[in-house]
């Protein structure tokens, strides 16, 4: 059977005890490099494109799982260095640090273009000034009717006089993608009314429709 050589012991300090010989297998373990930390080198990526995608509009919600995983990797990186498994302790911190960066980033974009923001996103109604787009809403109906309008989430409703003049509503976005809705329906179920609906953006007409105590118009855009 072989065994591990002995080495000599080091010296020993005046009064105290030798020191245990050194085995070749503890010398070995001793030299030998800690492991590359994969998952905070994953992260460290993962963190940075959070921070680069949550200032790009209409993608930058991809941030939100983007920096998740890359925090997470970034704390299993950090766990393994502590546990001796793998070196590189200061890139595990960064991803870490880059991976909570890129989430407060996403949030304070977030918070900015629905409080502060003005025209930076969202369908707004009424219009808001300085938006790259417009919308108009228009009816025709002769009895009068109830009009529904906005986007699938934000829908506002007013009431169309009877008169053969149109009624308008006016919104307007900045960027993003929104399903538009329209419906205007007779008052008066017993009164026969003709009622059309159209939806325009930018000046052209993306939806329109007609019927005798409905209109319903839909229109995809962005």
């Not at 799982?65 to 911190?93: C, E, F, N, S």
Request: glycine fraction near 12%; charged fraction near 15%; include cysteine.
């Amino acid at each position: 059977m072989m065994t591990d050589p002995q080495y000599p012991p080091t010296t020993a300090r005046h009064g105290s005890r030798p020191a245990p010989p050194v085995t070749a297998t503890e010398r070995r373990q001793a030299n030998a490099k800690p492991a590359r930390n994969i998952p905070a080198i994953v992260g460290l990526l993962l963190g940075t494109a959070a921070l680069i995608v949550a200032f790009v509009p209409d993608i930058e919600f991809v941030a939100w799982p983007l920096g998740g995983i890359g925090l997470v990797l970034g704390v299993v990186g950090l766990v393994q260095v502590k546990k001796g498994t793998a070196g590189d302790r200061g890139l595990a911190i960064t991803a870490t640090a880059v991976s909570v960066v890129a989430l407060l980033t996403t949030a304070g974009m977030l918070l900015y273009s629905t409080f502060l923001g003005g025209g930076a996103s969202g369908l707004h109604m009424p219009a808001a000034g300085g938006d790259k787009h417009t919308v108009t809403f228009e009816v025709t109906s002769a009895g009068g009717a109830t009009v529904r309008y906005g986007s699938l989430s934000d829908q506002r409703t007013e009431n169309a006089p009877a008169s053969t003049d149109a009624w308008h509503g006016q919104a307007s976005y900045n960027s993003g993608s929104y399903l538009l809705t329209l419906t205007a329906d007779t008052r008066n179920s017993q009164t026969y009314n003709d009622i059309a609906c159209s939806i325009s953006v930018d000046g052209k007409k993306v939806a329109e429709n007609s019927g005798t105590t409905i209109a319903l118009c839909t229109a995809s855009v962005g």
